[in-house]
Structures are given as structure tokens and as C-alpha cells.
């Protein structure tokens, strides 16, 4: 099973701060802080500081960080943090790599996805839910039909 490694995620950043740990994989890459994961890797698209405290109490194990954007107090220390331009954009290209590693072999879950209702942190901004719908259409069709072999992938 393929996952999401700490060190494809240290590729992307620009600079990390926080536990330096080979061996952490994340099961699940997240926008939406209300998501209940299992070791996850957030990424805050609105009021960073807010979210981050919301994704950490719902299994946040790291988030990708604007670039100069100041970090909220209550951060452990050793809570990884890896520095972006664009957490968003930095989550698509982390995603192009998963999806070309993996195969159809995939042990790390994606979700660019709010609830239909919203939530309390959906983004107000129109072309980030288009980028958000983008990101979760590539990842909902690279992955493989349930009980699908890969003879019946094409149909």
C-alpha cells in the first residue's frame, strides 16, 4: 500500500519546521479542518490559525504553511510544518506525484471536498472551490472502480 510520505511532502516545501521523521505516512491529505482523519496532513485555505487548531483536534499530524504567514501560539514545537507559497497548490502537486507513484495502489486518501451545506470553514473565495472541485474530480477519477480490476478501468 503506498502512502504519502514525510519526505514527499519535505520535497515540496521550501523549508520545514517541527520533527524531522522519515517514518511518518499520512493517511489522509485534507481541506476541510471539521473532517475527522487519521493522521493527516492539513491544508489551510482560509484564517490559517483557526483552522489549524480545528484540523489538529481531527487528526492533523502536519500542515503545509503559507510562506510568511505568521503561526498561531498554541503549535507544539514538534508539530511538522512545511512552508509553501500556496498550500493549495502545493496539495495538487503533492497529489500529481502520489497519483504517479502509487499506481493503482493507493493507501492514502484525498479529500478536497466541504459538505454540501458548507461548514463552518467552506472557502468564500469562487475560483478556490473551483480549484478545490478540480483537485477532487483528478482524484476521484484516477482511482481505481470499486471491485474493478484493471481490465474494467477503461469501460
Given at each position: 500500500?503506498?502512502?504519502?510520505?514525510?519526505?514527499?511532502?519535505?520535497?515540496?516545501?521550501?523549508e520545514?519546521?517541527?520533527?524531522?521523521?522519515?517514518?511518518?505516512?499520512?493517511?489522509?491529505?485534507?481541506?476541510?479542518?471539521?473532517?475527522?482523519?487519521?493522521?493527516?496532513?492539513?491544508?489551510?485555505?482560509?484564517?490559517?490559525?483557526?483552522?489549524?487548531?480545528?484540523?489538529?483536534?481531527?487528526?492533523?499530524?502536519?500542515?503545509f504553511?503559507?510562506?510568511?504567514e505568521?503561526?498561531?501560539?498554541?503549535?507544539?514545537?514538534?508539530?511538522?510544518?512545511?512552508?509553501?507559497?500556496?498550500?493549495?497548490?502545493?496539495?495538487?502537486?503533492?497529489?500529481?506525484?502520489?497519483?504517479?507513484?502509487?499506481?493503482?495502489?493507493?493507501?492514502?486518501?484525498?479529500?478536497?471536498?466541504?459538505?454540501?451545506?458548507?461548514?463552518?470553514?467552506?472557502?468564500?473565495?469562487?475560483?478556490?472551490?473551483?480549484?478545490?472541485?478540480?483537485?477532487?474530480?483528478?482524484?476521484?477519477?484516477?482511482?481505481?472502480?470499486?471491485?474493478?480490476?484493471?481490465?474494467?478501468?477503461?469501460?
Amino acid at each position: 500500500m503506498t502512502m504519502v510520505t514525510y519526505g514527499m511532502v519535505q520535497s515540496i516545501a521550501a523549508e520545514a519546521r517541527g520533527i524531522v521523521d522519515e517514518t511518518i505516512r499520512f493517511h489522509a491529505v485534507f481541506v476541510n479542518p471539521e473532517k475527522q482523519v487519521k493522521k493527516g496532513l492539513f491544508v489551510p485555505l482560509e484564517n490559517g490559525a483557526e483552522t489549524l487548531k480545528t484540523a489538529i483536534e481531527h487528526g492533523a499530524i502536519a500542515s503545509f504553511w503559507p510562506i510568511g504567514e505568521p503561526l498561531p501560539r498554541y503549535i507544539p514545537n514538534q508539530f511538522p510544518l512545511f512552508f509553501v507559497p500556496s498550500p493549495l497548490e502545493a496539495a495538487a502537486v503533492l497529489l500529481e506525484r502520489y497519483l504517479a507513484q502509487s499506481g493503482g495502489d493507493r493507501g492514502t486518501e484525498f479529500s478536497f471536498a466541504f459538505p454540501e451545506k458548507g461548514g463552518t470553514y467552506a472557502p468564500a473565495d469562487a475560483a478556490v472551490r473551483l480549484r478545490l472541485a478540480e483537485l477532487q474530480k483528478r482524484w476521484l477519477g484516477a482511482r481505481p472502480a470499486e471491485g474493478c480490476d484493471d481490465s474494467c478501468q477503461s469501460n
